[in-house]
């Protein structure tokens, strides 16, 4: 029994180192050609570039400040002094109409002097600020597409186009089939 269990395993031994042989090995079929030449193929490839342009932009700077309005401070102010006035130069009973009118009239005069007082008032101030954005910029770019090779193989001379270098020997599958007579 032990006779029989020793050729079974010798058989195994056998058959998986032939195995593992021939696993190693690309195919029957593969031989290899001698390369004569191989020239790159170019293709030009648009590329895009991002740059970053910055450049100085004015701003206006207004904080919005301009102080009270003093139009109803300045009106009281113009209807007194208006109706003083007035009522100097005015006479008998056409002074009181002429302090009446000179107290209209001051009073508008003086409301218009409160709204423009520049007292707390400020102009708006002027700055420069950095404004940044992107830019594209193309260019081309010559990139390799592929090879055009020509090799030998028994005498014969072939030519090929492949996405990769081969060097100097290129594998090729080689099969055999009866000619017709």
Do not use: W
Not at 45 to 70: A, L, M, T
Not at 152 to 165: C, F, K, Q
């Amino acid at each position: 029994m032990n006779a029989q269990i020793t050729s079974l395993l010798t058989a195994v031994a056998v058959l998986g180192t032939s195995a593992t042989a021939q696993a190693g090995r690309r195919n029957d079929n593969t031989d290899y050609a001698d390369v004569i030449s191989s020239r790159p193929i170019y293709t030009d490839v648009r590329v895009s570039v991002p740059r970053e342009e910055c450049y100085q932009e004015k701003v206006v700077y207004d904080d919005g400040y301009r102080g009270r309005d003093n139009s109803g401070v300045g009106a009281v102010l113009g209807a007194v002094v208006g109706g003083v006035v007035g009522n100097r130069f005015g006479q008998g009973s056409g002074r009181a109409v002429a302090t009446a009118a000179g107290a209209v009239v001051g009073a508008s005069a003086g409301a218009s002097i409160g709204r423009n007082n520049s007292r707390g008032y400020r102009e708006p101030s002027y700055g420069y600020e950095e404004r940044c954005r992107t830019i594209e910029d193309s260019r081309y770019e010559q990139r390799v597409d592929g090879y055009d090779v020509r090799y030998r193989y028994h005498g014969r001379i072939y030519d090929t186009r492949l996405p990769y270098d081969p060097g100097d020997r290129l594998a090729v599958n080689v099969s055999v089939s009866p000619a017709d007579y």
